[in-house]
């Protein structure tokens, strides 16, 4: 048996009023899921335990099957592991976006324009985050540089800052009452706000205005943790895991789990991903040896953050005909398989940033189609089975069990 997770980033959403109630996910043309879904089990569940922020980071944990309030220790610790940065247990690592900040006198009165600053290059960051490192890192502070505006700063010896609020929770708004004024986060708020003099008036950014792309004129910090311990997944499951993804969140959860993490070259985090090419590494490492692969596009959630509605729609269609296509057909060379496939949490147009909701899910084998109702793969279908996984990590138990799938 293989099994094969395909887990779509922030794909659940709320009725929007401009479509009439319908969502992204009723509104895209995706005949691959729903034809699963017709065949397979449907059900809501809640990938965020109760008193942890809804983020990629909590739910992909869980739906791997490792409970958050277990094992959770932080997300840019997870995201360090997959860059390579090596965190003693005194450190910790937190999460360095590069930000675009509206022109204000003070930094507190700026704007947050873009948490992703124009969707900025990697080489590009590469270059801000080299300056950044040379005006203040080499100390207790050292600055890593990742991919495209998601960067990695390691607090040597350090502390807990406290609440850092995420700048995708607060696209549009004045920054000044989301930053931490605590003593504890004090070096921190000092960097951010050295380091638009530092970026402002960058080469890298120059160029970029001079392009009319947006600047990353500053770095903002959160995500905070410390060196996550995760057993390894063969341990937990007695399967070899393997996991597909463009980020570096859901690969350093999968070298954290002792999983093997494929690199696909063109795989971006955004609606101009190589869904080809991921279905076919998720192929490459069922045909290698692993016995499940877990594949994460990014797209949704990106476009429910920059509340791009008609580009989720797309990204959601573009799963189904350019991923999930592929990857149904290349299993067919298996006597027997299992596809899994969920939103790891919602991402809102109308708020553009995570919700806590359980999402709907599907689970489908080869061999033993379900006889079920649901006609599409959507939030409210899903709710109506009844069918309802409380503790998002027992999903995947559920779905590696040699049980057969529950009947909806
Ligand atoms: O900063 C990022 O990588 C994303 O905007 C955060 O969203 P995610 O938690 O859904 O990946």
């Not at 003593?183 to 921190?188: D, G, K, Q, V």
């Not at 940033?353 to 959507?378: G, I, M, N, R």
Request: charged content about 25%; aromatic content about 8%; proline content about 7%.
């Amino acid at each position: 048996m293989k099994y094969v997770v395909v887990l779509c980033d922030g794909m659940a959403d709320y009725p929007v009023d401009q479509w009439g109630g319908q969502t992204p996910m009723t509104r895209a043309n995706k005949p691959n899921m729903d034809s699963l879904a017709q065949q397979g089990a449907v059900g809501l569940v809640k990938t965020v335990p109760d008193g942890l922020a809804p983020g990629s980071d909590v739910a992909n944990l869980s739906v791997m099957g490792y409970d958050p309030l277990k094992y959770y220790t932080g997300r840019s610790p997870l995201e360090a592991v997959s860059m390579g940065v090596e965190l003693s247990p005194s450190d910790w690592a937190l999460r360095c976006n590069l930000v675009t900040l509206s022109d204000a006198d003070r930094y507190e009165d700026a704007v947050m324009r873009d948490y992703c600053a124009g969707d900025i290059s990697s080489q590009e960051a590469a270059e801000l985050i080299e300056s950044i490192q040379k005006e203040m890192g080499g100390g207790i502070f050292d600055f890593h540089a990742g991919i495209s505006y998601r960067h990695c700063l390691v607090w040597h010896e350090g502390i807990d800052p406290g609440k850092l609020t995420p700048p995708h929770d607060i696209s549009g708004q004045v920054v000044g009452p989301y930053l931490n004024h605590s003593p504890e986060s004090a070096p921190l708020l000092s960097m951010m706000k050295r380091s638009y003099e530092i970026l402002k008036d960058h080469p890298v950014n120059q160029k970029r205005v001079a392009e009319g792309k947006r600047p990353a004129n500053s770095i903002w910090l959160w995500g905070q943790g410390k060196k996550p311990q995760l057993p390894p997944f063969e341990d937990e499951f007695g399967l070899v895991g393997g996991v597909v993804s463009a980020v570096d969140l859901i690969k350093g959860i999968g070298y954290c789990a002792k999983m093997w993490v494929a690199d696909v070259k063109g795989a971006t985090g955004y609606i101009d991903t190589n869904f080809e090419g991921k279905a076919k590494a998720a192929l490459d490492l069922l045909d290698d040896g692993c016995d499940l692969v877990y594949v994460h596009i990014e797209a949704p959630d990106e476009c429910g953050h920059r509340g791009e509605a008609d580009n989720k729609v797309r990204a959601i269609e573009m799963i189904d005909s350019r991923l999930l296509a592929p990857l149904l057909k290349g299993l067919e060379d298996y006597t027997n398989y299992r596809v899994m496939i969920l939103p790891d949490h919602p991402t809102p147009l109308c708020t553009r940033t995570h919700a806590s909701d359980p999402v709907p899910f599907l689970l489908y084998e080869k061999q033993a189609p379900v006889s079920s109702s649901v006609v599409q793969f959507s939030e409210q279908e899903a709710a109506e089975t009844n069918l309802m996984v409380e503790h998002g990590s027992d999903l995947m138990r559920m779905f590696v069990s040699p049980d057969p799938l529950p009947q909806v």
